[in-house]
């Protein structure tokens, strides 16, 4: 993994456009991962040696930007906003999340091939672990205490039992406000969130609904805006405290993001007893467990199989990186 540095976000965005290639690609490898519960798209930017870089993108949204907006002073706004870096890297995002919810229908496919889809998936973080540890910057051994707190800590969040919630356009708001939180945290995935608040199958539905008519398009687009305006809200509040932390506590910082990636492995353990329940002629996944494999099952070996993948995909991510 490409070692970031972590300076302050600068004045201006330093993105070049022959970047455009491979910000979109890390962007979908985020939408992918976003799109799966259990796993974060933020720890797929730590793997792809982008995370500094997006908390400071995010945190270049500051009130001078906003007021520069209203009062519009466009140039002011374009020379402050990592927009560069933001536009290519939201537009693979997007792209991922309407490519596996109305192409390949990951979501679908994680109920029919659960092993395959998150044995890739527990490969590419059980593979990142050692490279982000290894890019931490640790010195002291007592510091690997933080890592068991990280953990801890990421344990707690996928063990929680999802429960009933409303669909007002208040909670769906503040559903947005949390998932991007954890969207953007390495280990905690805003997809899980969105199981745990009850609005995974209500919110990626009505990315299914885009393009289907109008009509269809227009009423998924009244449910999804106060979902993204959340959204909005929560990375622009939450990116300030963290870029604090990875700038003036970034060994720490580090070790409880690798602590959150550890305890995220509990519920991404590909072999799970998993409990659905039928919700409007749909399949939901309410709880699931780890249990061991069958190692003469057909499922073993296709768990196995893309966990090596995933785990081959990161060494190879990792020598990119030092050649770039």
Known sequence: MKQETTHHAAASDATRW???????????????????????????????????????????????VLQ?????????????????????????????????????????????????????????????????????????????????????????IVTLVPGDTPDHPLFVFLTGAVAITAMILPGIS????????????????????LGNGFQETIAALLILLPFFLGMVAGIIVFSRLLSWFLHHHRVRTYLVLTGFMLGSLWVI???????????????????SHPVLPEFAASTFWWGLGMMIVGGTVVIILEMLGRKR
């Open 269 to 287: 353990w590909p072999w799970q007893e998993r409990t659905f329940e039928l919700v409007r002629e749909k399949q939901r996944l309410t709880a």
């Open 68 to 156: 520069a907006g209203l009062r519009g002073r466009w140039r002011l706004v374009l020379n402050r906003v990592h927009w560069r870096f933001l536009a290519m890297l939201l537009s693979g995002v997007f792209a991922a999340i309407i490519f596996f919810t109305r192409i390949v229908r990951l979501p679908a496919l994680m109920n029919s091939h659960p092993e395959a889809v998150y044995g890739l998936f527990f490969g590419l973080i059980l593979g990142s672990v050692w490279f982000v540890y290894r890019d931490s910057g640790i010195t002291r051994s007592i510091d690997g205490l933080w890592i068991v707190l990280g953990a801890a800590v990421g344990l707690r």
């Open 190 to 209: 805003g997809s899980f969130i969105l199981l745990i608040m009850r609005k995974y199958e209500y919110i990626f539905s009505q990315f299914a609904r």
């Open 18 to 64: 022959r970047e455009l290639p491979w910000l979109t690609a890390k962007g979908f490898c985020m939408g992918a991962a976003d799109v799966v519960p259990g796993v974060s798209g933020g720890t797929m930017a730590l793997i792809l040696g982008i995370y500094v870089r997006l908390i400071d993108a995010v945190k270049s949204v500051d009130s001078k």
